[in-house]
């Protein structure tokens, strides 16, 4: 199985702040990856298809990049409802889907 | 309005079984591939089976294959987890899933998420 590394595990920002998360394939997926918010209690919801491509309804602060092993989310001027975890998620290799440990935003 | 509503969890066994339901609004479950991930207490999500839109092709996880099955009525729009045999690393939160496509060679991105139900096997 394709493994999905993140960093940091965790990390403390303020309001406004740029936030950048890390994902790292064990293999080239090209740019078969997801990105996930989800909240304490709460299913997670898709931000980011194909590495790139913001869902709908998803707020433009949120930008996915990268393409083979590495790949990385960034939240542009961190709003009050953007603390939580986020997952990626890669789906090169159907159906054997995996997802990365999970990011935790906190404030700091 | 697109909903899913999960329904079937609770307090189980080692051993025993338990079927899970995902009752779907607002789409058919024909159009797309279905997903069931799970989540442990305190722990990262787990992708544990899909079913095509045709209904026709399954997978599983590794670590349920011959225990759980995925499967539909599409007559009643509800998607189905049989859980046999469960052990207690099987304790989790169980979601059900709406992938953006039909199709599982092209699947693989959950756009819609049911609110949880959890399972719990403990003797």
Redesign the interface.
Known sequence: DIQMTQFPSSLSASVGDRVTITCRASQKISDSLNWYQQKPGKAPKLLIYSASTLQSGVPSRFTGSGSGTDFTLTINSLQPDDFATYYCQQYYTTPAWTFGQGTKVEVK | EVELLESGGGLVQPGGSLRLSCAASGFSLSDYAMTW?RQAPGK????VS?ISGTGGIT?Y?ASVKGRFTISRDTSKNVLYLQMNSLRTEDTAVY?C?KD?LRS??A?????M????DLVVVSS
Do not use: K, P
Request: glycine share 18%; proline share 0%.
């Open positions: 991930v990262g999500l787990e992708w899909v997978y996880v979601y899933a953006r599982i060679a699947a693989g991105s959950m756009d998420w049911g609110q949880g």
